[in-house]
């Protein structure tokens, strides 16, 4: 296969773009072995052109994808291999996908959906193809188990789900390959962008979302007092705290999780409204333990004061 690899590290994170093209020579850096992740294998004698143009993170991938007739295998056995989703998107011409001998169901426009595992997977192109890769680790998720069917069935059906395709292909074509200082941010921002997919699918009971909205006020009347927890909450809604953590699960996040969030919200407003008061103040009042909590927080949630 004539392929030639174009890479370069964007960050010292692990974080980077590559390239694999065919046609023009470009210089390479530090080569990804494709074929240590992909087997090829050329279909009626065609030389197997495949074409990725992708930005990899530690538990991500963005990929754009074109390919000539070819089949691929990818073995998932390797360490972290097997705990992805992986969300294949078919714009373009044909793709068949098969986990473990099996074929893969697809959704209307070729949408497919794999699920964690070290199950084998064959993709099969038949003729020219166009699409759009995206893997993310479902430890990005937790506590969302999606389920791959629904994941499947939901994702394009939703306006959210089409949007958020959109915005990955957007990062794709206006970064040049250079994200500097913004890495943690975009990271950030793909992360958000894999729980919004998740949640499109994710169906909540009437019941747990009543307990949530109620959860929900009572911890923003209460996140200042720096002693306000998880169980002191569930003790004011009178549930236990398995039912609470349920309901707050069933929406994609944690309740010790939104405390500080409230906490965090509470005090970027404070030090953006009174720029003349200490940060160590404001911790105090918005129930942290210290400055360095506050900072903590407001680094979490991507959060930065005018000051």
Not at 230 to 243: E, F, H, K, N, Y
Request: glycine content about 6%; overall charge positive; some cysteine.
């Amino acid at each position: 296969m004539n392929t030639e690899l174009d890479t370069g590290d964007v960050s010292a994170t692990q974080h980077s773009r590559h390239r694999l093209n065919w046609g023009a020579r470009t210089p390479t850096q530090t080569p990804i072995d494709f074929h240590r992740m992909f087997q090829l294998f050329p279909r009626d004698g065609d030389p197997g052109r495949v074409a990725i143009n992708a930005l990899l993170f530690d538990s991500f991938t963005i990929a754009q994808f074109k390919c000539g007739p070819v089949s691929m295998v990818r073995e998932r056995r390797a360490v972290g291999s097997g705990e992805r989703f992986w969300l294949i998107l078919c714009t373009k011409g044909r793709l068949d996908i098969s986990m473990a001998g099996k074929p893969l169901a697809a959704f209307s426009e070729q949408f497919f959906v794999v699920p964690p595992g070290d199950e084998r997977l064959t993709f099969m192109v038949p003729e020219y193809c166009e699409g759009m890769l995206f893997t993310f680790h479902r430890s990005e998720v937790e506590p969302l188990r999606p389920e791959a069917a629904k994941l499947r069935e939901e994702t394009l059906r939703a306006p959210l789900g089409r949007a958020s395709f959109g915005y990955l292909k957007g990062i794709l074509d206006s970064d040049s390959g250079t994200i500097g200082d913004d890495t943690t941010t975009l990271r950030t921002l793909v992360r958000e962008v894999a729980r919004a997919i998740v949640r499109t699918s994710t169906v909540v009971d009437p019941a747990t979302e009543c307990l949530f909205e109620s959860a929900q006020w009572v911890l923003q009347a209460e996140f200042t007092n720096p002693e306000f927890n998880a169980a002191q909450l569930a003790q004011r809604l009178g549930v236990s705290r398995s039912t609470l953590d349920r309901a707050y699960s069933a929406r994609g996040c944690r309740i010790a999780q939104e405390i500080r969030r409230a906490r965090a919200e509470y005090a970027k407003s404070r030090l953006d409204l009174y720029p003349s008061w200490s940060r160590s103040l404001v911790a105090h009042l918005a129930g942290f333990g210290s400055g360095v909590s506050l900072r903590r927080a407001l680094e979490e949630f991507n959060l930065k004061p005018s000051r």
